[in-house]
């Protein structure tokens, strides 16, 4: 099992803060994905990186994939109360069809 | 636009009865999911199916049992519950396997006593 560690597991600012969410593993992986997931409701995917070095922007989201294919990042510039929630990395194994998701980060902003 | 709907969201049982999550998508995906979501352990994917009438196991198979009988549905199954399966289950479907976006229902929360 490829296993996907999240850090912080809990994150606590206030709006206006920036902040950047880890997600370290030991395998390799051909893909990364990032989810946020709100209280009673399923993950939504936010973004899918597929290539080493990658970055990506969503707004005031910045994604990274590592140069070796084992870590992602995920910062967000000047927090907003409406990023709170609990922010998922799933990646896919070299050639194969299942996700493994990370442990999670519970993010919360303060006003 | 319904997505992927889970009945029921909630429900209690006792140790050693039984049950059946149901979920359906009407998207037309090929692959469907079940995950069971526990506090700091992330999703862990319990069962999938590839198609209509496929099913294979995950992470976590032991004590539930799955069928896709039709495309559009994909049942999860405890035949004797254990309070160990106290849980959030989701459900998810997608287009195809590896990256392809994953849509998730609302899940169901259970509670085995």
């Known amino acids: 099992t490829q296993l996907l560690e999240q850090s912080p597991q809990f994150l606590s600012i206030q709006e206006g803060e920036n902040l950047t969410v880890y997600c370290n593993s030991s395998?390799?992986?051909?893909?990364l994905q990032w989810y946020r997931q709100e209280p009673g409701e399923g993950p939504v995917l936010l973004v899918t990186?597929?290539?080493?070095?990658e970055v990506k922007k969503l707004k005031r989201l910045t994604f990274q994939f590592g140069d070796a294919r084992k870590d992602s990042s995920l910062h967000i510039t000047a927090a907003q109360p409406g990023d709170t929630g609990l922010y998922l990395c799933?990646?896919?194994?070299?050639?194969?069809?299942?996700?493994?998701f990370g442990t999670g980060t519970q993010l919360k902003v303060e006003l | 636009n319904a997505g992927v709907t889970q009945t029921p969201k909630f429900r209690v049982l006792k140790t050693g009865q039984s049950m059946t999550l149901l979920c359906a998508q009407d998207?037309?995906?090929?692959?469907m999911y079940w995950y069971r979501q526990d506090p700091g352990m992330g999703l862990r994917l319990i069962h999938y199916?590839?198609?209509?009438?496929?099913?294979a196991k995950g992470e976590v198979p032991d004590g539930y049992n799955v069928s896709r009988l039709k495309k559009q549905n994909f049942l999860l199954g405890l035949e004797s519950a254990a309070p160990s399966q106290t849980s959030v289950y989701f459900c998810?479907?997608?287009?195809?396997?590896?990256?392809?976006?994953?849509?998730f229902g609302d899940g169901t929360r259970l509670s085995i006593l």
């Open positions: 998810a479907s997608s287009y195809g396997g590896g990256y392809q976006p994953q849509h």
């Open positions: 395998s390799v992986f051909s893909s």
């Open positions: 990186v597929v290539t080493g070095g």
């Open positions: 799933a990646g896919v194994a070299g050639g194969g069809n299942k996700l493994t």
């Open positions: 998207m037309n995906h090929e692959y």
């Open positions: 199916s590839v198609g209509e009438g496929t099913t």
